[in-house]
């Protein structure tokens, strides 16, 4: 849909709580979606459907993967273990190698609605045969939970990656910048919902495989509502931009892209440097969580029931409570923060958060503290951060919306999840410390997390720099 070519004419009586401050000369009156969802964003007349279609589709989305999310703690944690983890990121990234060029290929061959739903189909196809393994009492035990955890990781960053592809696509960079913090709030509520439910069902005792069966229905739902939401843009569009819809994309891949491009090479080397510094931070969190349950439980096979339900009834809390920060940020703020400061300003609010975050967390690496921390800094990643990186590929060709964004979300995250395994372990083997047992079980001394995350402070650093370079990108194609 493009953007109404009449220009601003005058100035509306300024409002604290609704959006636009300037109304566009001879703009229809808006329904009454539009009003409501105005309180968060700018939404304009006739955009009001597709914009709660599109936070719709972001809601069940968020919430299906957090189910999954916690699924896949409950059972890497109390087996294989928080450290572990480094070694199937690396895994993930290696596969990911292949499949972005094999995702690029295809993206040239299909328009964009196959590209998307089937996507989207594949992956609840995989969910419903990962489903009947479990249910199915393999016997793979920690080799079952290392192979969910390397789908997960492959899953999530393709199917939100490709949505906010898809977004990008039917909107026009200046309605982007308008409606996607709106959009994002579907995001917010899901995510907070779907950790809430996930939490309670792990306490009522219901086994991964269920938890995967209801994401694999969210998948379908989410399939229904972009076959919708397509016709409706497609019929809305200009001639040319509805033909442009049905059009495969170009040749060029996602890597090609990322190499050609300043401005997409410095958003996949934020990428790679925002993953390293929150990988480091999970792991941190995640061991105390594991050395906590080893303490309440002990380490022996007996107690790995127990130490599962621990595990994931308090992972479930966690990604709860950072969901409904989130949820807050994104409603009060975000729209705000990015109509007032502008997209650039805000590239710069997590890395000050993520600064004061860690150098704490080197301090006083402990269970309770640490928890805090990373309640306080996904919030702020989970609403105002994921939305501007979002927005900051509406100035981009559609081969970039969807490939080089596939490349940044999908292989950037993950090397930046390999490096900071590289980082876990390097410290580790420096400290010696590694397999160090205090009573039963394995528990990693507070040296090694003080360590990590004065690693992690400084890598932040480098962080703020890669966003003054997006900054300046930016600035030269929007202004």
């Not at 566009?24 to 009003?35: N, Q």
């Not at 016997?139 to 997960?152: E, M, P, R």
């Not at 579907?186 to 919902?193: D, M, N, T, Y």
């Not at 703020?464 to 930016?474: D, G, L, M, V």
């Amino acid at each position: 849909m493009a953007e109404p070519k009449t220009l601003l004419k005058y100035p509306e009586p300024h409002s604290q709580v609704s959006f636009p401050v300037f109304k566009i000369h001879g703009e229809a009156p808006k329904g009454p979606i539009e009003k409501f969802l105005s309180l968060f964003a700018d939404v304009r007349a006739g955009e009001g459907v597709t914009a709660l279609l599109m936070a719709l589709n972001a809601f069940v989305l968020l919430g299906g993967y957090y189910l999954l999310k916690t699924a896949r703690e409950s059972l890497i944690l109390p087996g294989a273990g928080a450290r572990n983890e480094a070694l199937l990121s690396g895994a993930q990234a290696v596969l990911l190698m292949a499949v972005i060029p094999l995702y690029g290929w295809i993206g040239s061959r299909v328009n964009r609605l196959k590209l998307v739903a089937g996507a989207d189909l594949f992956f609840a196809v995989n969910l419903v045969i990962f489903a009947a393994v479990g249910h199915g009492g393999s016997g793979l035990g920690n080799a079952y939970a290392a192979a969910f955890f390397i789908w997960v990781g492959i899953f999530n960053v393709f199917v939100i990656s490709q949505f906010w592809a898809f977004a990008n696509d039917i909107y026009t960079e200046g309605q982007g910048r308008r409606l996607f913090p709106m959009i994002a709030v579907g995001s917010a509520v899901g995510a907070v919902l779907g950790s809430e439910r996930a939490a309670a069902l792990s306490k009522a005792h219901h086994p991964p495989p269920e938890l995967m069966l209801l994401c694999a229905i969210a998948l379908l739902i989410c399939i229904a509502i972009v076959f919708v939401v397509n016709r409706r843009e497609i019929l809305r569009e200009d001639p040319v931009s509805a033909r442009e819809a049905e059009e495969p994309l170009g040749r060029d891949g996602g890597f090609q892209l990322l190499k050609r491009d300043r401005y997409l090479f410095w958003i996949a080397v934020l990428a790679v440097l925002l993953n390293v510094v929150n990988f480091s931070g999970e792991y941190l969190f995640k061991q105390l969580v594991q050395n906590e349950s080893i303490a309440r439980f002990g380490a022996e096979v007996a107690s790995k029931a127990a130490r599962q339900d621990f595990t994931g009834a308090l992972m479930g809390n966690y990604y709860k409570w950072y969901n409904a920060a989130a949820l807050a940020i994104q409603l009060i703020v975000v729209s705000r923060l990015m109509r007032y400061a502008g997209v650039r300003a805000a590239l710069f609010v997590l890395p000050c958060f993520a600064l004061v975050g860690y150098s704490a967390a080197a301090i006083a690496p402990v269970l309770v503290m640490v928890r805090v921390l990373k309640v306080a800094e996904n919030s702020v990643d989970y609403s105002l951060q994921k939305t501007v990186e979002q927005t900051l590929y509406l100035p981009t060709s559609r081969e970039a919306k969807y490939k080089a964004k596939a490349a940044v979300d999908t292989f950037c995250k993950r090397f930046g999840d390999v490096i900071g395994s590289g980082v876990i372990y390097a410290v580790g083997a420096i400290g010696g410390q590694f397999g160090y047992v205090t009573g039963p079980g394995v528990i990693t001394p507070a040296a090694i997390l003080r360590s990590i995350a004065v690693i992690s402070a400084v890598i932040t650093l480098a962080w703020f720099w890669s966003a003054t370079r997006i900054a300046k990108e930016h600035r030269k194609r929007t202004v």
